[in-house]
């Protein structure tokens, strides 16, 4: 049973930082492609990060520059680190795996996904 679980989560003034870090269950090696959503009320969940199965990674127009995929193997953790928040990224973020090995690359589609994390909540004034 695939277990993910989501932290370091808050309230943080614009321009501010935070790290997210997800926990899996999952074994590092080889790698199934990972990612990070988000959902803000009233909206759809959107990708925000993607990783493949060789670490390649993937960004959302809106966070390009600003947000950064990275993974720990030793500790089977992965993290986004947030720089630069601004408001419009207030939302509840989601760490997600697809095991189903039919693909390597990353992806921003939560369609391609079969595991999620329950969510931490981020918050930019």
């Known amino acids: 049973h695939v277990q993910l679980v989501e932290s370091g989560g808050g309230s943080v003034q614009a321009g501010g930082s935070l790290r997210l870090s997800c926990a899996s269950s999952?074994?590092?090696?080889?790698?199934?492609?990972m990612g990070w959503f988000r959902q803000a009320p009233g909206k759809e969940r959107e990708g925000v990060a993607g990783l493949g199965r060789y670490e390649s990674t993937g960004y959302a127009d809106s966070v390009k520059g600003r947000f950064t995929f990275t993974k720990d193997d030793a500790l089977n953790t992965l993290y986004l680190q947030m720089n630069n928040l601004k408001p419009e990224d207030t939302a509840t973020y989601y760490c997600?795996?697809?095991?189903?090995?039919?693909?390597?690359?990353?992806?921003?589609?939560?369609?391609?996904?079969?595991?999620w994390g329950p969510g931490t909540q981020v918050t930019v004034s």
């Open positions: 997600a795996a697809d095991t189903s090995n039919r693909r390597t690359w990353w992806s921003l589609k939560q369609s391609e996904y079969n595991y």
């Open positions: 999952l074994w590092s090696d080889p790698t199934y492609p």
